[in-house]
C-alpha cells in the first residue's frame, strides 16, 4: 500500500510500517459523512492514496479506518466510479484516527521544508509592511469614494497578513530564535491590537486541547447548561451572523462563555505565574499602540483614521472569524468533539 504527503516541496511515500492498524480509543458519539475509497488493499487499514494521471490533472483520496468494517480481509465492493475513483458506498467515520500519526507525517516531510530561515522569514515582514503603508498612503492621496473600498478591502486582507506572520512567531516557526520571534510578534500582533504573549499562550493551549469541548479554548460547542446560563442579547451576539464574524475583540477581552479570564490580565487562569512577565509586556505593547491611535485621531482627524485604519481593522477581524470558524467546522458533517477521557491527544 502507498501512502504518501504531499507538501509544497514535493511528494515523498509515508514509512510502510503499518500491517494492521493502531488500537485506537472509539468515540461514543457517530460522526460520519460520505467518502470515496480507493480499492488499493483488502486489509482493514486504509491509508492515504494518491492516484495521478497524465497531463496536469491529478487526484488526492484520503481515507481512514472504517468501524463499520467486519472483518479483517474484507473486499470491498465496487459500485461508482467518479473522475476514476471507485465508491464502494461505505461511510467515512471521522471519529476514527487515520494508521498513522503526526510523527510519521513529520517523518515523511523532506527535511529542507523544515529549515527555518530568519532572513526569508523577515523578507515577508518587510513586503508586508511595506505594502500597508503604500496602500495607505494611495488612499490617502486619492481620497475619493472609488478608490477607499478597495482600500478597505485590501488593506483588511494585509492586516490579517500581519496576524498571520505573528501567529507564525507565536508557534515559533517564524525562526529559531525566541526573542526574534517575540519582536516581530509584538511589533505585527500590537499594530492590530493583538496582545501577542496573552494570544500565544491561550492559542497553544486550544492546541494542546483542540477538540476537547471542556478543555478547547476557542470554537468550542457549549454545554446546554451553559447555553441556557446565556442572556437573550449574548446568544443572539454569538449566533446570529453577522456578529459572531466582529466576535474576535470580545474573546481577547472576556474570553468565551463558560469560560472566565483576560487575554490582557497576568493574573487570569489563561496563564501561569512564570508567564504573567510575558503578559504584562504585551498588554504594555497593545496599551501602546491604543494611545498612538488615540494621539492619530487627534492628529488626523477621528474620520480620516476610521478610513484608514478602523474600518481596515474590522474587515481583519472578520477575516479572522471566518477562517477560524472554517478551520474547526465541518461542511456537511460536524466534526467530532470530545468529553473526558474519550478526547484522546492523538
Known amino acids: 500500500m502507498a501512502s504518501w504527503v504531499l507538501t509544497e516541496c514535493g511528494l515523498k511515500p509515508l514509512p510502510r510500517v503499518y500491517t494492521r492498524c ?51 480481509g474484507e473486499e470491498y465492493e465496487e459500485t461508482e466510479s467518479v473522475n476514476g475513483v471507485e465508491d464502494d458506498g461505505e461511510l467515512f467515520d471521522a471519529s476514527s484516527p487515520p494508521p498513522f500519526n503526526l510523527a510519521d507525517i513529520r517523518a515523511a516531510i523532506p527535511k529542507h521544508c523544515l529549515v527555518k530561515d530568519p532572513w526569508r522569514s523577515m523578507s515577508y515582514v518587510v513586503r508586508d509592511v511595506a505594502v500597508v503603508f503604500g496602500l495607505a498612503a494611495v488612499a490617502a492621496y486619492f481620497n475619493n469614494w472609488i478608490v477607499w473600498p478597495l482600500y ?6 494585509m492586516f490579517w497578513a500581519l496576524f498571520v506572520i505573528g501567529h507564525d512567531c507565536g508557534h515559533g516557526s517564524f525562526s529559531n530564535n525566541f526573542n526574534l520571534n517575540s ?59 453577522p456578529f459572531p464574524m466582529l466576535a474576535y475583540p470580545v474573546y481577547l477581552w472576556s474570553r468565551t462563555p463558560g469560560k472566565k479570564g483576560s487575554h490582557y490580565h497576568p493574573n487570569s487562569d489563561l496563564f501561569v505565574p512564570n508567564e504573567r512577565k510575558d503578559v504584562i509586556t504585551s498588554t504594555v505593547c497593545w496599551t501602546a499602540m491604543v494611545g498612538l491611535l488615540v494621539y492619530l485621531n487627534f492628529a488626523m482627524g477621528p474620520v480620516q483614521m476610521l478610513k484608514l485604519y478602523g474600518i481596515p481593522y474590522w474587515i481583519f477581524v472578520m477575516w479572522l472569524d471566518a477562517v477560524t470558524y472554517l478551520h474547526h467546522h465541518g461542511h456537511e458533517e460536524k466534526l467530532p468533539w470530545y468529553r473526558g477521557k474519550v478526547w484522546d491527544w492523538d
Open 152 to 157: 478597505w478591502i485590501a488593506q483588511g486582507t
Open 183 to 241: 519582536v516581530v510578534g509584538h511589533i505585527l500582533h500590537s499594530s492590530i491590537l493583538v496582545p501577542y504573549h496573552g494570544w500565544r499562550i491561550s492559542h497553544r493551549t486550544h492546541h494542546q486541547n483542540h477538540g476537547h469541548v471542556e478543555n478547547d479554548e476557542s470554537w468550542h460547542p457549549l454545554s446546554e447548561k451553559i447555553y441556557r446560563s446565556l442572556d437573550d442579547v449574548t446568544r443572539k451576539l454569538r449566533f446570529t451572523l
Open 22 to 72: 493502531r488500537d485506537r480509543l472509539e468515540s461514543k458519539t457517530a460522526f460520519s459523512s460520505k467518502m470515496r475509497l480507493l480499492q488499493n488493499s483488502k486489509s482493514r487499514c486504509l491509508g492515504s492514496s494518491l492516484r495521478l494521471f497524465r497531463g496536469n490533472n491529478w487526484a488526492l483520496n484520503v481515507s481512514v479506518p472504517l468501524n463499520t468494517v467486519t472483518s479483517v
